[in-house]
T-cell receptor, first 112, second 113 residues
Framework: AQSVTQPDIHITVSEGASLELRCNYS??????LFWYVQSPGQGLQLLLK??????LVQGIKGFEAEFKRSQSSFNLRKPSVHWSDAAEYFC??????????FGAGTRLTVKP | DTAVSQTPKYLVTQMGNDKSIKCEQN?????MYWYKQDSKKFLKIMFS???????INETVPNRFSPKSPDKAHLNLHINSLELGDSAVYFC????????????FGSGTRLTVV
């Protein structure tokens, strides 16, 4: 079945350290892939998206993600994490025309 | 201006009551959605409306019913509320296929007591 998986439920990093959040997808063809962020008490905000072309995608807030077909992965990265990045992060992909499916989410904690 | 707005933000009600959550988007998008987020942050799609037609209706109890008076609004009505309905409900919208990404509202936290 078409799905996205986020293997890490919770990640803790120190402020200023680099970050990588993992996302694996299971789709027959190359899917559209998205990363969203949810700050506490807020809705989801789109960070970046991949359709085709360049496998390294730049997003907002200094985030980037790399699509790797050989690994069926679309990992989110940031070179230097800020305390305000503490949030829940969701990888997502559409299953059908109007049916976006989300991973279980990864909670990011930032240590001072 | 808020792109996707939901009201109310918080809703506390007793079991058995009927309640509604309103959603409006001013982005001119042609498709709107309702998602349910449980206590473990898992997001599940409930409904999708495109040009006033229901596209997706997942295995949601028929106590839940979406109502779309126009393509800028998608309200969620819930009858005979149960304890298990407690969750955060998100409205979202998109233009065209899901490849464009969604814009989410800030959510409605429903607590059934």
């Amino acid at each position: 079945a078409q799905s996205v998986t986020q293997p890490d439920i919770h990640i803790t990093v120190s402020e200023g350290a680099s970050l990588e959040l993992r996302c694996n997808y299971s789709y027959g063809a190359t899917p559209y892939l998205f990363w969203y962020v949810q700050s506490p008490g807020q809705g989801l905000q789109l960070l970046l998206k991949y359709f085709s072309g360049d496998t390294l995608v730049q997003g907002i807030k200094g985030f980037e993600a790399e699509f790797k077909r050989s690994q069926s992965s679309f990992n989110l990265r940031k070179p230097s994490v800020h305390w305000s990045d503490a949030a829940e992060y969701f990888c997502a992909a559409p299953r059908e025309y109007n049916d976006m499916r989300f991973g279980a989410g990864t909670r990011l904690t930032v240590k001072p | 201006d808020t792109a996707v707005s939901q009201t109310p933000k918080y809703l506390v009600t007793q079991m058995g009551n009927d309640k509604s959550i309103k959603c409006e988007q001013n982005l001119g998008h042609d498709t709107m959605y309702w998602y349910k987020q449980d206590s473990k942050k898992f997001l599940k799609i409930m409904f999708s409306y495109n040009n006033k037609e229901l596209i997706i209706n997942e295995t949601v109890p028929n106590r839940f019913s979406p109502k779309s008076p126009d393509k800028a609004h998608l309200n969620l009505h819930i009858n005979s509320l149960e304890l298990g309905d407690s969750a955060v409900y998100f409205c979202a919208s998109s233009q065209g296929a899901t490849g464009s990404g969604y814009t989410f509202g800030s959510g409605t936290r429903l607590t059934v007591v």
